[in-house]
């Protein structure tokens, strides 16, 4: 089946540096979904792509889908403390999650 | 927007026992619910796909009878530990679609102690 790979696994960065997070599936995707989760809490829809090529921007956050829709991105411009917390990408529909990536920002 | 009701939020309970957790659509409702656990610092696993009306589909390597799913209406899913043992212990997520909204809701989730 579908399978959703997520690059880095942790990734820690001092407060103002960039951030970028990786998604990659082994098959042609419908869709892609970002989703963040925070320390202890429950995860969080963020957006989701649709279009080959698509790129999407929430304020510091920029979100990339592939030409072949296979791989996707999450880049987070200038992090801040407000970061912190695991970035996950969901494929397909199917609701399965890549691993997330870890991002703990030092102030 | 989208509402998803996860109740109890945390629950403690003795080696075999059964524990019921609840994941109720607030202001929508969900012909599929999707179930989740999570091992501390992992990610969501995807235990199960509950259907209204019919039975859940589980994913590979999850027991039916140990994890049983029931979506008796469109507003409701609910999902039973049984026989609980403490490698049970996890974080139990649940999550639906709202309509209206490309994302899924999840519901804030229940921390199974198995002691």
């Known amino acids: 089946g579908q399978q959703v790979m997520q690059i880095p696994q942790y990734q820690h960065v001092q407060e103002g540096e960039d951030f970028t997070t990786y998604c990659n599936s082994s098959?042609?995707?419908?869709?892609i979904q970002w989703y963040k989760q925070r320390p202890g809490g429950h995860p969080v829809f963020l957006i989701q792509?649709?279009?080959?090529?698509e790129v999407k921007k929430q304020k510091r956050l920029t979100f990339q889908f592939g030409e072949a829709k296979k791989n996707s991105s999450l880049h987070i411009t200038a992090t801040q403390t407000t970061d912190v917390g695991t970035y996950f990408c969901?494929?397909?529909?199917?609701?399965?999650f890549g691993a997330g990536t870890r991002l703990t920002v030092k102030p | 927007g989208a509402v998803v009701s996860q109740h109890p939020s945390w629950v403690i309970c003795k080696s075999g026992t059964s524990v019921k957790i609840e994941c109720r659509s607030l202001d929508f409702q969900a012909t599929t619910m999707f179930w989740y656990r999570q091992f501390p610092k992992q990610s969501l696993m995807l235990m199960a796909t509950?259907?209204?009306?019919?039975?859940?589909?589980?994913e590979q390597g999850v027991e039916k009878d140990k994890f049983l799913i029931n979506h008796a209406s469109l507003t409701l899913s609910t999902l039973t530990v049984t026989s609980a043992h403490p490698e049970d212990s996890s974080f139990y997520i649940c999550?639906?679609?709202?309509?209206?909204?490309?994302?899924?809701?999840f519901g804030s989730g229940t921390r199974l102690t198995v002691v």
């Open positions: 999550s639906a679609q709202g309509s209206g909204n490309y994302g899924y809701t």
């Open positions: 098959t042609t995707l419908s869709n």
């Open positions: 792509l649709v279009k080959s090529g």
């Open positions: 969901a494929g397909q529909g199917d609701m399965r």
């Open positions: 509950s259907n209204e009306g019919s039975k859940a589909t589980y």
